[in-house]
């Protein structure tokens, strides 16, 4: 069996990932990669998270374009680029030019001119422009196509209104990024408006084209051609609104190459209980597979029962099996039809047969979006003398909870899923997502009066898509079924792994399910190996790094998590885990880069354990020879050199 490359060890690809640039116009800085502008700053003060453009079709799926006749000219304070983007698949075949500039004033301009080269149904095609989610609470001005303005703030729970209260029918929006600092994007071509994307964890909120009210999908005929333009631009109010064309005094200009971490130990948050899915592809767990299960010491096994599907009885048998075997309680989602009652008392004859041990239901039914009162009330009829929970929400995600929210007595617990790519898939969008995840659980606690929250399952994809109006079944544009992520069996993978579940602790969820048991969904391969080795190309009865990851949290069930702060949590992630007398220190580095992470308040460790591109092949072949050998000293100062990707594990005893 051939060793693993350093890049798919490092993000489940063959191919390095895109190329990033810095760019300069007058005082601002950003990154250009693969056609898209990011992360532009002031010194150190972000004006806007992104601005890119996207294709999206009927079903709301985003069609990912191609970049040909790419062309730069980059000075020290000014850049020109032009390229021209290709979209196809399926039917759709979009073709636009771009024409990005920043001037030495700091202004920069992105124009869009399109063409349509066929015939198709689409949703939205144009231009989004990304503020980063610490704009809560800040002041902002919408001006509407009409002329007029109105000034609100961006919420701090998230909002169930899409587009947003007040922001729509925008030509131009401002933001303060600091007093007096005004960051102002103006827009033409189409009719603007703006949603809070934290209710898919993305971490902003998007000004997009194409008003929501204008019903879609719209049909768009071969030779139409869409032309939009964006200008972004900063004002001082403190001098009249003037164009700012330098530094203000006082702000560094570049960002600090060094990721620096403080612990602060009188803020500590419940660990919450982490359990795995079952495995969607069906097949029984090995006795080696049930073994470092076993080992992993999960707090629970979520099973799926449509009893629309003659295998219910089979699944829920198969389920209960590697429940007793794993010596953990199952956690059932129930998905019922309008025959609802029938269907759950044949299942609480089942469970009467069986005897599983249960922590939940989660309730839900197979045509609406969130747990119905009526399904609840029965579930509590039929199922309430089993001991477990019975609760619900939404099996998608939490925008779905949000704009319809079950009746708070018909619940013990409130529960939605997550996943990091509902509208982006690249590595940086990835690495932004934990960050956001807090919003929505605080916001859940807030709307449901403080009941616990159960977020259940996070994934790496979406398992479905809750919007879409027909099912096309075929691959992703990288070859794989769109539930398949390679990413899973990378150390992307295990980074991102452990920022979310630093994102779902503090937000203060009681309870998680990761991922599924086995499978290239899952936290280890299956021992046949991956259906499509090529474009997933794992060891066959291996263990992911992300396996890892869990491994060391679960072994501080029932524990404390310590909130860290970190100077940016896009680059690294940081889960302090106490319980006892006991303290472990996980970090992890979100980039494909080097970094260097200094740390205070966390005092000196007495071993230290490294997961990175050097020994991941190992650890992914032999876990249980990895997760026993002697760990090496710490370093004797506070700075930690990591690779890219690379899990550190520190702990002191």
């Known amino acids: 069996m051939s060793p693993l490359s350093g890049n798919v060890i490092r993000h489940g690809r063959a191919n390095p990932p895109p190329t990033a640039i810095v760019l300069r116009a007058g005082p601002l800085r950003m990154i250009y990669e693969a056609g898209d502008l990011r992360y532009v700053t002031l010194g150190r003060l972000e004006v806007i998270r992104r601005i890119y453009a996207a294709v999206r079709d009927h079903n709301w799926e985003t069609v990912l374009g191609t970049l040909v006749n790419e062309r730069k000219e980059i000075r020290a304070d000014s850049f020109r680029i032009a390229y021209e983007s290709h979209h196809r698949q399926r039917q759709i075949h979009f073709v636009w030019r771009a024409q990005i500039t920043g001037s030495d004033d700091g202004v920069v301009r992105f124009s869009f001119d399109g063409e349509a080269h066929s015939t198709f149904l ?178 629970h096994l979520r099973v799926d029962i449509h009893f629309a599907d003659d295998d219910g009885e089979n699944v829920l048998r198969r389920a209960v099996g590697d429940s007793e075997r794993l010596k953990i309680p199952l956690e059932a989602a129930l998905f019922l039809s309008d025959e609802g009652e029938a269907e759950l008392l044949e299942f609480s004859n089942l469970l009467n047969h069986f005897n599983p041990r249960l922590v939940r239901f989660l309730i839900f039914h197979v045509a609406e979006k969130v747990s ?107 070859g794989l079924p769109s539930q398949v992520d390679a990413r899973q069996m990378s150390l992307l993978g295990a980074a991102w792994t452990l920022a979310s579940l630093k994102g779902v602790a503090q937000g203060g969820a009681a309870s998680v399910t990761y ?38 949290a679960c072994e501080y069930a029932g524990g404390r998590v310590t909130a860290i702060e970190s100077s940016d949590p896009f680059r690294s992630a940081a889960l302090l885990l106490s319980k006892g007398e006991r303290k472990t220190l996980l970090l992890a580095n979100l980039t494909n880069s080097d970094l260097a992470i200094a740390m205070t308040g966390i005092g000196a460790a007495s071993s230290l354990r490294r997961l990175n591109e050097s020994n991941a092949e190992n650890a992914m072949r032999e876990p249980e020879s990895f997760r026993v050998a002697q760990a090496s000293a710490p370093p004797r100062s506070d700075l930690l050199e990591l690779t890219p990707y690379e899990i550190v594990r520190l702990e002191w005893r």
């Open 372 to 478: 119905g009162e009526r399904w609840l009330k029965l579930a509590r009829q039929i199922l309430g003398g089993s001991g477990a929970t019975i609760g619900g929400g939404t099996n998608a995600d939490y925008y779905q909870l949000n704009q319809c929210r079950p009746r708070v007595e018909n619940l013990d617990f409130v529960s939605f899923s997550i996943n990091p790519q509902v509208h982006s898939s690249d590595d940086f969008s990835l690495a932004e997502t934990p960050s956001a995840i807090p919003y929505p659980i605080e916001s859940a606690k807030h709307f449901f009066g403080g009941l616990p929250v159960v977020v259940t399952p996070i994934t790496l994809k979406p398992r479905f898509n809750p919007v879409a109006v027909t099912v096309t079944g075929e691959l992703d544009q990288g």
């Open 515 to 552: 991922y599924e048991t086995t499978g290239w969904r899952g936290l280890m391969e299956t021992e046949t190996g991956s259906p499509s080795p090529h474009d997933f190309p794992s060891l066959p009865g291996s263990v992911f790094p992300l396996y890892h990851v869990l491994a060391d």
């Open 122 to 299: 689409r949703n939205r095609i144009g231009f989004c422009v990304l503020h980063a989610a610490e704009c809560v609470g800040r002041p902002c001005r919408a001006r509407y196509t009409d002329g007029t303005e109105f000034e609100t703030s961006f919420p701090k729970l998230v909002a169930p209104e899409q587009p947003m209260s007040a922001i729509h029918d925008l030509s131009n929006i401002a933001h303060e990024i600091s007093p007096g600092l005004w960051a102002e994007v103006g827009f033409s071509g189409d009719v603007f408006e703006m949603e809070d994307q934290r209710n898919w964890i993305d971490a902003s909120f998007k000004t997009y084209c194409t008003p929501l009210r204008i019903p879609h999908p719209q049909q768009i005929v071969a030779g139409t051609k869409i032309k939009q333009s964006i200008e972004l631009r900063l004002r001082d109010e403190g001098k009249g609104g003037t164009p700012i064309l330098q530094t203000p005094s006082g702000a560094a200009d570049e960002r600090d190459e060094i990721v620096r971490l403080a612990a602060w130990p009188g803020c500590t948050f419940a660990l919450p209980a982490i359990g795995v899915g079952s495995a969607s592809h069906g097949q029984p767990l090995s006795a080696k597979e049930v073994a470092r299960l076993a080992a992993l010491n999960p707090a």
